[in-house]
Each structure stands twice: as structure tokens, then as C-alpha cells.
């Protein structure tokens, strides 16, 4: 069960396409998993759409024709129906199937240490890095903030934090106060978003600076 969620503010500026592509794609991957916010963003573009036609460009045209060719043609049978490709990724020896989201990023190159392993997804939005991170069974990311934000959506598996448990749909939000140490028993697939590098809270350079730079 998803618990957390974009707000308000977020769905309304992913449905007019004023949001980055970075967070577009953590918004409308969170929507393929979530019905409650797949449905508030629907409402949110239909009534961006009403400010935009209003009604009266509806009202004077002639839907006569339409309906009637609507109705008089013939559909092809649902099996020849082309859905949008999935992503798939192949990593650590697991198989993901990703959001349609993540379907333009087919050649994902990884980096990995430890049991991290990175995929850049989004490198060119100013100081805004998104990365798909896969950590393996038992891994943690040791105690971090950051100056910026973070955003995690979990796309698969779950992990755990000093603030709880998420589960595949997730979205956490995270501003600079707040410090963690995600862990996963099971491992698990997130797509990660953030403006500043992590600032590890304690432990040694020469294994935090290769983690820091591969995470950001
Ligand atoms: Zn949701």
C-alpha cells in the first residue's frame, strides 16, 4: 500500500508541464502505480482544460459528423492493440519491469560500488542529477543529507529509513534537515532525484567520497 504521495502542488504543475523533466518522470511513474493520483490528475487536467477552452468554442461546434463516423467505424480486435512499451532493466541478476515513464531510457549504462549500482537518467537540469539506483540485498547507504531535496520513488522492493518502511509507489520527499540511512533487506529499484551531493554524517572519506559521487 502506497503511502506516500506528490501534494497537491506538484500534480497540478506536472499536469500543465511546468515541471522538469527529472520530476516529470518521478510524477508520472508514481501515477502507473497509484489510482488515487492517477484520478486527481485527471480532475486537475480536465479542469485546466475547461480554463483553457472554456465552453463556448465547444458549443458552436458540430459534433454531427463526428459522433456519426465514430460510431460507424469498425475497431480492430483489443488483442492488436499496441500498449506503450515498458522499460525493462536487467540488474544485479534481477529483471525489472519499469513504468512506461522509463521507456526511452533503453541502453542504461550502470556504475556500481559495493552493493549500489547506479543508471544516470537525467544530467543536464543545472545542479539536478536523476539516477536510477539499484541496492542489493542487505545494502545500506550509510547516514546522509543533503543542502537540497532528495526524492525517492520506489519502483520496486522496499526499504527502510529512521522514518519507516516504503513499498513500490513511494514517493518521499526529503528537504536538507533531515538525515537518514536507508537500508534494504531484500534489495530493492528507486529512481532518485537530487540538487546537492549527499553529506555523510560520519564514517571514512575513502569509502563515502566514491559512494557520494556515484549516488549523486
Ligand atoms: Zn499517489
Redesign the pocket.
Known sequence: M?KF??NKKMLTAFSAGELPLSLSIAVSA?IEL?E??AQQAQQVEESLSHDTWHDESLENADFGDMLQSIMTTSFEPLETVVRAPHARVHIAGRDYQLPTAFRQYQDLKWSGFGAISRARIVNDEKNVRASLLHIGEGGRIPEHKHKGYELTLLLDGSFTDESGTYEKGD?ILLDGDKSHSPYTEKGCLCYAVQDAPLHFMSGVSKVLNPLGNLIY
Request: charged share 10%; proline share 12%.
Open positions: 502506497i504521495h506528490p508514481h497509484c488515487e493520483c514517493f
